[in-house]
Each structure stands twice: as C-alpha cells, then as structure tokens.
C-alpha cells in the first residue's frame, strides 16, 4: 500500500486498473480485485522511507496510511476487518469470511529512534516492520536495485559497493531489531543486503528472535542482491522464523544459478513454481536437524513450522507472471484457457488461478496453505 507518491493511485477502491501483466507503475490493488483473490490475511504495508525528510513527517505519513486502510475496512465492513492482535485475527477468520487486514510497515528509515518509537507503533496495531528498504539509512545497508535504478535510488549505497566497503547492520539497526522485538513487532529482513541480513540474524540468534522474510529469493537461482543464500535460509529456519517468496516471476528469473535450473516457461508461474519448490527442497532437507525428525516423519505442527509462504506488492512497482499461453508464448492456446493463461498475473484476483495451475502441475501447496497460521504464530510469540 506504497501511497505517498502521486504517481500511484490510492489503491483499493480508486479507480480500475489496466489489466496486464506489465503493470509496473500501475496501482493494482482495486477492491473488486481484492475480494476475488481468496487471500484471508493481507498485510496493508505503509511507508515513508523515501518520502519523509524529518521524524514528524514520516510519523505523519505513516499514520494518514494506516488511517486509510481503516477508513477503507470500516467503509467495507462486511468483507473486511483490521486486526490489531493475532488473536482478534483468529477471532475474525474463525467467525467470519472477512479478509483480515493487518498493519505493516515497510522501511524504518526516521520511524525507530529509540524503544519509545517501537511502542508507539506495537500500539498502533503494527504486526511488522520492514527494517531496511530501498536506500542505505541509520538502520542498514540495502539491497541494491539493479542497473540504473540502483544509482538512482541509493547512491549511498552504491558508491560504497563500488569503493568494497561492508554495508551492514549499523549499532541502530540493531537495537531496533531488539526493540521492535520487545515491543512484540516482527522484523522483516526483505530488502537488506547481504551484509546486512547476516548481521540482523547475529542479532536476533543471540536474542531468541525469530527472523521473517516477506519478500524474497534464493541466491542459488537467482545471484543479486536481494537474495539470501541457502545457508541463511537454512538458519531462518533453525532460529524459528519463516522464509517467504516474493511472488513476482519477474523477479525470480534465474540468474547466474548455482543448482540445475530445469526448462521452464521463464517468467510466468513456472518460474515461481521453480524457486518455491526449492526452498521447500531446502528446508524440507534439512527437517532432522531444524527438527530432530526427518520430513517424512514430522508432525503436522512440525511442518507448519517449516512451511514457506509468499508476499508481493501490488501497487504498481513489479510486474507479475507473464501468460504462458498464446501467440509468442510458449505454447499454444489452451483448449480450456482459464485468464491467467492469456493475461498471466494481471491482479490479485487472479490469484486462485494461479495456484490452480500450480496445482495441476503437481506442485505442492500445502507449506504455502501453512504459512498464514505460522505468521499468526509468531505473531503472538512476539506480543508474549
């Protein structure tokens, strides 16, 4: 829910969008969009990062965001709810088809001074926070955009890359990670670059926290700056947290990989499917020790602590799936087109579509089918 910028709509009930897959740039969270998705908790994330230029402001813009989502829930009262604990979300999916909406907030940058600021937003309903996002700041190093998008956006950090300096954690970084902890707030480590993220998980493995990825991807398909290694994700997973796909196949083209990449239809859900499957490989793989049993032997409750899940913006930054079907494609019409194979991942109501494909190739859903219960827990392992 990235508001602060006119170029975007307001989201949610504003106007329709174009309906296309390439839909950079253009604001994609339309209600009647929404309603057909079938996601029952959403994550509305506020930001400031790169707007505010002083505390007050990015306090301000925050909270008008936060504002916004409520107004749009109170004036939707009957498919929608704002849940300011995991237990009046439980209350809420349990006794109703409402979406539950939750607070987040997506880049820390003038919004974490001190322990009195992560209060301040526990008790405005903030379940998460996003500590780092698109530039180097007070926090942490961030995870470079690619080509010239990266200079343009954060020059900072750019220029220390180019010069081999570390881009890390910085002492502020890391108390916010223990204070926003604290204040029962989960720290989102998307966006951070390498350096950083291995600082943050010193951090929250000397301070029993659990760590979560939102929005990410695996180095060993996809080599940038925005992807963690195997071997972080394996430690996510041993410290208690949990490791969510970015779900743009834009995104997680494969690039310069280390494992054997199968042929796929690049960029459309296959992709997706292709780094889903292996991050589930991972830490499946690794269930004796994050668990002392194998996969194949774990519990039910077992499992949901090793499930995967998947986040994305819809707000126009990323384009999403590419159709698979059709002239120029990589196959031919289908017989029974369904609209994700002609338009690919055009909105978020499109989203059931999307997973029935993946169903039908086989795919595994049920770590994904897992990963709202797991937030709701670590949410509530946080407040406690």
Same mark, same amino acid.
């Given at each position: 829910m990235h508001i602060p910028w006119g170029f975007f709509a307001r989201g949610l009930t504003d106007r329709t969008p174009a309906v296309s897959w390439r839909h950079t740039f253009t604001q994609t969270m339309y209600e009647p969009y929404l309603a057909r998705s079938g996601v029952r908790i959403f994550l509305a994330a506020a930001m400031a990062a790169e707007a505010a230029t002083s505390p007050a402001q990015a306090r301000r813009l925050i909270l008008d965001q936060l504002a916004f989502v409520e107004? *749009?829930?109170?004036?939707?009262?009957?498919?929608?709810?704002?849940?300011?604990?995991?237990? +009046?979300?439980?209350?809420?999916?349990?006794?109703?088809?409402?979406? &539950?909406?939750?607070?987040?907030? =997506?880049?820390?940058?003038?919004?974490?001074? $001190?322990?009195?600021?992560?209060? @301040?937003?526990?008790?405005?309903? %903030?379940?998460? &926070? !996003?500590?780092?996002?698109?530039?180097?700041? +007070?926090? /942490?190093?961030?995870?470079?955009?690619?080509? @010239?998008?990266?200079?343009? #956006?954060?020059?900072?950090?750019?220029?220390?890359?180019?010069?081999?300096?570390?881009?890390?954690? !910085?002492?502020?970084?890391?108390?916010?990670? %223990? =204070?926003?902890?604290?204040?029962?707030?989960? &720290? $989102? *480590?998307?966006?951070?670059?390498? $350096?950083?993220? =291995?600082?943050?998980?010193?951090?929250? /493995?000397?301070?029993?926290?659990?760590?979560?990825?939102?929005? /990410?991807?695996?180095?060993?398909?996809?080599?940038?700056? @925005?992807? #963690?290694? =195997?071997?972080?994700?394996?430690?996510?997973?041993?410290?208690?947290?949990? *490791?969510?796909? /970015?779900?743009?196949?834009?995104?997680? #083209?494969?690039?310069?990989?280390?494992?054997?990449?199968?042929?796929?239809? &690049?960029?459309?859900?296959?992709? *997706?499917?292709?780094?889903?499957?292996?991050?589930?490989? %991972? %830490?499946?793989?690794?269930?004796?020790a994050l668990l002392g049993v194998p996969w194949e032997e774990a519990s039910s409750s077992q499992r949901t602590a090793l499930s995967v899940g998947w986040s994305s913006d819809w707000n126009g930054w990323l384009a999403h799936s590419r159709p698979k079907h059709g002239p120029g494609r990589c196959l031919p019409n289908r017989e029974d087109p369904l609209e994700i194979d002609t338009l690919g991942l055009a909105h978020p109501g499109l989203l059931p579509q999307h997973w029935q494909r993946l169903e039908e190739a086989e795919v595994d859903l049920d770590p994904m089918l897992r990963s709202a219960e797991r937030f709701l827990q670590l949410w509530a392992q946080a407040r406690r």
């Open positions: 107004a *749009f829930a109170a004036a939707h009262s009957d498919r929608y709810a704002v849940a300011r604990t995991p237990e +009046e979300a439980r209350t809420i999916l349990a006794t109703t088809d409402k979406m &539950v909406i939750v607070h987040s907030i =997506e880049g820390g940058h003038l919004l974490l001074a $001190d322990e009195a600021d992560a209060r @301040f937003w526990a008790d405005a309903g %903030v379940a998460l &926070v !996003t500590l780092v996002h698109l530039r180097d700041d +007070e926090l /942490g190093g961030s995870a470079l955009l690619p080509d @010239f998008k990266g200079p343009l #956006i954060n020059p900072v950090g750019t220029r220390s890359k180019r010069r081999g300096e570390r881009r890390g954690l !910085t002492e502020r970084g890391k108390a916010a990670i %223990v =204070e926003l902890a604290d204040a029962g707030i989960l &720290v $989102d *480590f998307s966006h951070m670059s390498h $350096d950083t993220v =291995e600082d943050a998980l010193a951090v929250t /493995g000397a301070h029993g926290i659990a760590p979560v990825i939102t929005h /990410g991807s695996l180095s060993s398909i996809r080599d940038s700056d @925005f992807a #963690i290694t =195997e071997a972080q994700l394996v430690e996510i997973y041993r410290q208690g947290g949990i *490791f969510a796909l /970015g779900l743009s196949a834009e995104k997680l #083209i494969p690039l310069n990989p280390t494992v054997d990449v199968p042929e796929h239809c &690049v960029g459309t859900l296959d992709t *997706f499917a292709l780094h889903y499957e292996r991050a589930n490989t %991972v %830490v499946q793989g690794n269930a004796a």
